[in-house]
């Protein structure tokens, strides 16, 4: 896995960012398993596809973009697919906590997956920091 950088939409990237955190919020608020669900599938098709033609940031440039353009950002890509595939992972725990485990555990650990997500919305993804230490 080398490092890949490549080129997508501020506007797309964030939108994407942000989405998925505020589903997470809403599935913990409002006490919605499907909206985790959504949440997994988005993760599952950004680490399939690669970011850069993940449903989030295509449907982004295609809607909004052409509306209101916006710069071009690089990311490096191996690490975001590790983030997304990391945020996956996290999702799939809480999920399987809340249908097959104790639902309370479940809404604690979707609680500790908003915040890590909203952290990685704000712009300081762990799931990229654990990817650049792992490379070291």
Do not use: H
């Amino acid at each position: 896995m080398g490092n890949v950088k490549v080129l997508i939409s501020k506007g797309g990237y964030a939108f994407s960012r942000y989405f998925l955190a505020v589903l997470i919020w809403m599935s913990l608020l409002l006490k919605q398993k499907e909206l985790l669900l959504i949440v997994l599938v988005f993760l599952l098709l950004a680490v399939a596809l690669k970011l850069r033609r993940s449903p989030l940031v295509v449907f982004y440039d295609r809607t909004i973009g052409k509306l209101i353009p916006s710069k071009q950002v690089g990311i490096d890509e191996d690490g975001l697919r590790f983030a997304n595939a990391l945020g996956s992972f996290l999702c799939l725990v809480c999920l399987g906590l809340l249908y097959f485990g104790p639902a309370g555990v479940g809404w604690y650990m979707t609680g500790f997956f908003a915040v890590f997500k909203t952290i990685s919305a704000l712009g300081y993804c762990p799931g990229l920091k654990l990817y650049e230490l792992f490379r070291k």
